[in-house]
């Protein structure tokens, strides 16, 4: 069983920057392919980006050069440092395996960029 406790997410200003950090127990993070994903209200979970066990990552075109998601594997720890944020990047962030389990998700974690 793994459970994951994200952290990290706050109110920044358009511009600004943020780091994500999601915290995993259980022996098998290692073992997992891991992702970011977001929600806002109303609408479904979005994948941000993903990481493979060895660290090779992808990123959609919107994400790409601001956002990096990394992975500690001493750590159980996955990261995603958000750079340049814009308003339309307020959701929940939240982290899980790739693809998702559903008993992973955790509470997430908030991110507002307001003025």
């Known amino acids: 069983q793994v459970q994951l406790v994200e952290s990290g997410g706050g109110l920044v200003q358009p511009g600004g920057s943020l780091r994500l950090s999601c915290a995993a127990s259980g022996s098998i993070f290692k073992s997992l392919r891991m992702a970011w994903y977001r929600q806002v209200p109303g609408k479904e979970r979005d994948l941000v980006a993903p990481?493979?066990?060895?660290?090779?990552?992808y990123y959609a075109d919107a994400m790409k050069g601001r956002f990096t998601i990394s992975r500690d594997n001493a750590k159980n720890t996955v990261y995603l440092q958000m750079n340049s944020l814009q308003p339309e990047g307020k959701a929940v962030y939240y982290c899980?395996?790739?693809?998702?389990?559903?008993?992973?998700w955790g509470q997430g974690t908030q991110v507002t960029v307001s003025s």
């Open positions: 990481i493979t066990q060895g660290g090779s990552t």
């Open positions: 899980n395996a790739r693809p998702a389990r559903l008993r992973y």
